[in-house]
């Protein structure tokens, strides 16, 4: 069946700018999670969804990001005045469960701030 | 595509042989363990899970290890092939933790 479906793959944006970056999970999974890869390091952990609801957004850097999931399935990650850090590949991924099962990742999207 | 992972750890082998990466766990609280595979341009990919109440669990050409007296992880590939060709992490998670907690990855090279 069809993975995890992230769009669009690549953004150049400028600095200062705002991006939205899209998400569709597997149908049928209740658990959404947001992760950034910066080059050279593992996925590290942003928000998680349960449904609707952000369950944990511990993991997103500071208030320019924002994430929603408003009918419990396709999620857009929302960026608002993009600086250079923030360039990375900005991984989705979806699980049956959530908790304690493994999650499926989309390809990513590679987010370029210059 | 762009690689993932330029100064990563990098473990070589011949096809055919098998291989073994490790992995040291931070939490000694973890209870849930996955290897994860990932080639250039693309997301991670399951490869297979283990929870703690267990110490070894076998796939299809895949062994994983867990030693949690060592907080230790290993994933072991049977007659390696050219497509293992990849940068595998071990991620791990706790509890009702919602996160996966990713290591630094090591990248597998296959040589013929």
């Known amino acids: 069946g069809a993975g995890v479906s992230q769009t669009p793959s690549n953004k150049v944006t400028e600095k200062g700018k705002y991006v939205e970056l899209r998400c569709d999970p597997i149908?049928?999974?209740?658990?959404l999670y947001w992760y950034r890869q910066s080059l050279g390091q593992g996925p590290e952990f942003l928000i998680y969804?349960?449904?609707?609801?952000?369950?944990?957004d511990s993991g997103l850097p500071n208030d320019r990001f924002f994430a929603v999931r408003p009918e419990g399935s396709v999620s857009t990650l929302k960026i608002q005045r993009t600086e250079r850090g923030d360039s990375a590949v900005y991984l989705c991924?979806?699980?049956?469960?959530?908790?304690?099962?493994?999650?499926?990742f989309g390809n990513g999207t590679r987010l370029t701030v210059t | 595509g762009e690689s993932v992972g330029l100064h990563l750890p990098t473990l070589s082998v011949q096809e055919g042989d098998n291989s073994i990466i490790n992995c040291a766990y931070s939490?000694?609280?973890?209870?849930?363990f996955i290897w994860y595979k990932q080639e250039s341009g693309k997301g991670p990919q399951f490869i297979i899970d283990?929870?703690?109440?267990?110490d070894k669990r076998q796939g299809q050409r895949v062994t994983v290890l867990l030693n949690k007296t060592v907080k230790h992880l290993s994933l072991q590939i049977a007659a390696t092939q050219p497509g293992d060709s990849a940068v595998y992490f071990c991620?791990?998670?706790?509890?009702?933790?919602?996160?996966?907690?990713f290591g630094t990855g090591t990248r597998l090279q296959v040589t013929l």
């Open positions: 991924a979806s699980s049956h469960k959530g908790l304690n099962s493994p999650l499926h």
């Open positions: 149908s049928g999974h209740t658990a």
């Open positions: 969804f349960q449904g609707t609801g952000a369950a944990d």
């Open positions: 939490n000694s609280a973890s209870d849930y």
């Open positions: 283990i929870r703690s109440n267990m």
């Open positions: 991620a791990e998670t706790f509890g009702t933790a919602s996160k996966l907690t």
